[in-house]
């Protein structure tokens, strides 16, 4: 089965009704081993019992930049294929990144609290990744700005496309602008190489995460499929009922 | 070439007479540099230390409201159906149209900067400075803008979203124009490092911008 054989939304959809028990089921089981690993591995020498917080925070600031990615390519699919599910994966895809990035967030700075002394600090990474939420909600806002999901659609994936460039220009400005102006003042424990106690749970994390990921944007993109039938539904209803004579 | 001169001319001469509007955001930036002081008071001192950041962010403001018109005012009376219809490439219409709109709009902004460097402070070097690098860095904001402007065009909607969309964009343009506005005032780093990266990301967004604002108005105006 190719990709050209799930514009056919009826197609996509008994495939997803299919894998998506499979797929729920591999994540929760996938997630349960990750947190007991996680739970079980030794406390840091320096950091204590916070380091668990790892095994949360980076799966989710990788998901972050990931679900772009895979916006990106469905504004390809819209843009140059004009695969029709493209959009659908595009729009699914917005608030589950968004959501991902808010944790990544909220992780780091709950992380950066009792290793820093302060929830917020104005580091390369956490102002690049709020950046990065920033452009989420943007983007969310025009796929709400707008009524007629086609049109949503390809201004989306125009947004999304420029966002894929500009996002590693901001990233790489944000890092110099932080050297410049507070050197060296944070250093991130995460630089030396992790011990194979830390990332063995970390790796299950990451794909527990990411299964996590499938999962929920397969069920999205279900909904949005449906929702977009039942509008148009509701639509041929309201056609029939002006057409009849009063 | 004759087509795309008498667009600019057309384009500047709409936004330099009544009804167009273009230096209202010379008037904004003004404004805007006025209020500072009231926010963090009279203290000549401090607003000498925040002074490039102060007229970079006016400037950033100003030339984010007066984006929404770039495209606007042609799709109000018809005239951009037509030039998506023309026989000129859209991608090279679209860099006419911005390079218009920054010598209507974007120009004043930088002429203005002495004048405003002296309500804050600044002396001559770091007045020469900020102008310059508005100077090199203002385009990238227009030719970043006007994507933004493209698609709230097609969209029909303006304002508040265009905002959204377009400031996270302009992030490291202002990190770099005001980096070599206070390279050259303070030092430690040398002017030259961030002020080639500010024309660098200037040359990017001439390439992105026409692109992606006459893709998203090609897919958009149908």
Known sequence: MTLIDLANPTRFLSLTTRLLPWLAAATAILLLIGLYQSAMAPDDYQQGATVKIMFIHVPNAWLSMFVWGVMSLSALGTLVWRHPLADVAAKAAAPIGAAFTFLALVTGSLWGRPMWGTYWEWDARLTSVLILFLMYLGLIALWRAVEDPSRAARAAAILTLVGAINLPIIKFSVDWWNTLHQPASVMRVGGSTLDRAFLIPLLVMAVAFSLLFITLHLAAMRNEILRRRVRALQMMQVAQASQRPA | ?222
């Open chain 2, 1 to 222: 070439m004759t087509a795309l001169a008498a667009l600019i001319r057309r384009d500047i001469r709409i936004a330099l007479r009544v009804g167009g509007g273009a230096l209202i955001g010379v008037l904004f930036f003004l404004t805007v540099v006025v209020l500072m002081p009231f926010a963090v008071g009279p203290d000549l001192a401090l607003l000498t230390r925040l002074g490039p950041a102060i007229l970079w962010l006016g400037a950033l403001l100003a030339s984010l409201l007066t984006l929404d018109r770039l495209f606007m005012a042609d799709h109000e009376d018809g005239s951009l159906d037509l030039i998506v219809m023309s026989r000129t490439p859209l991608e090279l219409t679209c860099a006419a149209k911005a390079l218009a709109h920054w010598l209507a709009a974007g120009l004043p902004l930088v002429i203005a900067t002495p004048v405003l460097g002296l309500l804050l402070n600044l002396d001559a070097t770091a007045t020469s400075a900020v102008a310059l690098t508005l100077f090199v860095g203002t385009p990238a904001l227009t030719f970043t803008g006007m994507i933004g402007a493209a698609l709230a065009v097609t969209l029909h909607r303006g304002g508040l979203l265009l905002a959204v969309l377009v400031l996270p964009l302009s992030i490291p343009v202002l990190i770099f124009g005001v980096a070599a506005s206070e390279a050259a005032i303070t030092g430690p780093l040398t002017f030259g490092a961030p002020f080639s990266i500010l024309c660098a990301l200037s040359l990017i967004s001439f390439v992105v911008g026409p692109f992606a604002a006459a893709a998203s108005l090609r897919q958009g105006l149908d």
